[in-house]
C-alpha cells in the first residue's frame, strides 16, 4: 500500500454531519482504515460535534487539527466549513500528542505533548524510520509561537523538523482551539510524531518585498509594537502612507496596515514576516504574533500576483525535498491574510498552480493566524503572511 492520502468536505446543517460526510468521503477515496486524521472546521460548526462525526467514521485513529478562517481541499475552495484529510500508511508511523496550559507553562506542556514519542526507540530505528517530524497546530489567541518552536526542539534534542500552524476563528479573532481525539482544547497545542523512511518535504514561501528604509522597534509588548525608532508605530506609518500619498485616518487605516507589513531578519539571519492588524488609541499597532523589541524592521509590499504564487513555490521546495518520484499528496496550511487578499477565486488559481508543481494529488488545507517551520535547512520559525506545504512521499 505505501502511503495514501484522501480528504473530504464537509456537508449539512450541523456540526456532527459535517465532520461525518467529510470524514466518510476521504476514508472512502482512501481506501484503507486512516493512521492519521487531520481535521480543520471553521468556527461556524460546535467542534465537538464535528469531531464525533468525523470520529463515527475514523474511529480510535489519531486525530489532531485546528479551528480554521477558510478551508480548502485540490477540489473545492471552501468558507464556513469542515476539511478531513486521511494518511493511510503501511510505511509510516504516527503519535499524537498535546500540550495544555501553554501560555502560563509552555515547558510542562511541551513534556505532555512528546511524552509518548517513539523516533529514538530502538524498534523505530530498526525499521529505518530515521527521518522525523512534527505536525503540529497551536491556539493562536495564546501567542508565544516562536517560544513554542523553540522548547519543542530542545525537549526532542533537534532531531525533528516541524512544520504547523497557528488556528484561525474566520477572522473574528475570539477563540483559536486545537483539536485532539475527541477533545477541543483552548490555552493548548497539538502535534502528530510523523516517523519515516524518506523525508518529509516541507516548504514556506511568501510574496513579500521590502519598501522603505530600516527602522528599529523601540519599544513592544508581544504582539503589540508601540514605537519605531521612539516614535508611537502608527505616527510611523502615518508619515510613510503621506509619502504615498495616502492620509491614514479612518476606514483606510486597517487596509493600509495589511498591505504593508513588518518583516526583519533575527539574529540567525532568518526572514520573518508579521501582519499589521490594527491600531491601538495609544499609537501602537497590534500584529499577528509577537515582534521582539531591538528588531531592525522594514515595511513589506506585495501584489496579488506574487501573493498568488507562494503556494506554488513552497509546493516546489518541498518536492525537491522528497526522496522519491511521487508525492503522496500535501497538507497547505496558510495566512488568512493571502484569502482576504486574492479572495477565494484567487485561492482557487493558486491551487491550480500547486498542481501544476504536484500533480493531481490529495492536497487539504486550511487559512488561519501563523506558519511555524524549522527544517535542517533553515530556522525560520513563526512566519505571517506565508504557505506553508507540507509533501507527503508515496511509499
Request: charged share 20%.
Amino acid at each position: 500500500m505505501a502511503t495514501r492520502m484522501a480528504t473530504g468536505v464537509g456537508k449539512g446543517d450541523a456540526g456532527f454531519e459535517h465532520g461525518r460526510t467529510a470524514a466518510q468521503t476521504a476514508v472512502d477515496e482512501v481506501g484503507a482504515p486512516p493512521n492519521l486524521v487531520l481535521v480543520f472546521a471553521s468556527p461556524r460548526h460546535d467542534h465537538g460535534e464535528v469531531l464525533k462525526g468525523v470520529r463515527s467514521v475514523t474511529g480510535e485513529a489519531p486525530l489532531i487539527g485546528c479551528s480554521s478562517a477558510g478551508e480548502f481541499t485540490e477540489q473545492d475552495v471552501v468558507s464556513e466549513s469542515v476539511v478531513v484529510t486521511v494518511v493511510s500508511s503501511d510505511t509510516m508511523c504516527f503519535t499524537v500528542g498535546r500540550g495544555r496550559g501553554l501560555k502560563e507553562h509552555l515547558s510542562r506542556a511541551v513534556t505532555e505533548a512528546v511524552s509518548d514519542f517513539r523516533g529514538s526507540l530502538p524498534i523505530s530505528l530498526k525499521a529505518g524510520l530515521v527521518h522525523r517530524t512534527i505536525l503540529l497546530f497551536t491556539d493562536a489567541l495564546v501567542g508565544g509561537g516562536e517560544a513554542l518552536i523553540d522548547e519543542l526542539m530542545v525537549q526532542t534534542a533537534l532531531q525533528y523538523e516541524l512544520a504547523g500552524g497557528a488556528a484561525g476563528d474566520d477572522a473574528q479573532f475570539k477563540s483559536t482551539p486545537v483539536f485532539y481525539q475527541a477533545e477541543v482544547l483552548t490555552d493548548a497545542f497539538v502535534c502528530a510524531e510523523v516517523l519515516s523512511t524518506t523525508p518529509l518535504g516541507l516548504g514556506i514561501s511568501h510574496g513579500w518585498s521590502p519598501i522603505g528604509p530600516k527602522m528599529r522597534v523601540t519599544r513592544s509588548d508581544g504582539a503589540i509594537v508601540q514605537e519605531i525608532n521612539g516614535r508611537p508605530a502608527l505616527e510611523v506609518y502615518r508619515d510613510f502612507a503621506r509619502e504615498q500619498g495616502v492620509t491614514l485616518e479612518g476606514k483606510n487605516v486597517v487596509p493600509f496596515l495589511m498591505e504593508h507589513i513588518i518583516g526583519w531578519l533575527d539574529q540567525e539571519g532568518d526572514e520573518k514576516l508579521r501582519v499589521t492588524l490594527w491600531p491601538l488609541e495609544d499609537g501602537s499597532i497590534v500584529c499577528a504574533s509577537e515582534i521582539p523589541q531591538g528588531a531592525l524592521i522594514t515595511l513589506m509590499k506585495a501584489t496579488d500576483q506574487s501573493v498568488m504564487e507562494t503556494a506554488a513555490h513552497a509546493a516546489r521546495q518541498g518536492i525537491e525535498r522528497l526522496q522519491v518520484a511521487h508525492p503522496a499528496g500535501m497538507i497547505a496550511l496558510e495566512c488568512v491574510s493571502q484569502r482576504l487578499r486574492i479572495g477565494d477565486a484567487g485561492v482557487a488559481n493558486a491551487l491550480h498552480q500547486v498542481q501544476d508543481v504536484i500533480g493531481r494529488v490529495p492536497v487539504g488545507g486550511c487559512h488561519g493566524y501563523g506558519q511555524l517551520v524549522r527544517t535542517e535547512r533553515a530556522f525560520t520559525g513563526l512566519m505571517s503572511a506565508s504557505a506553508l506545504a507540507v509533501v507527503f512521499p508515496n511509499v
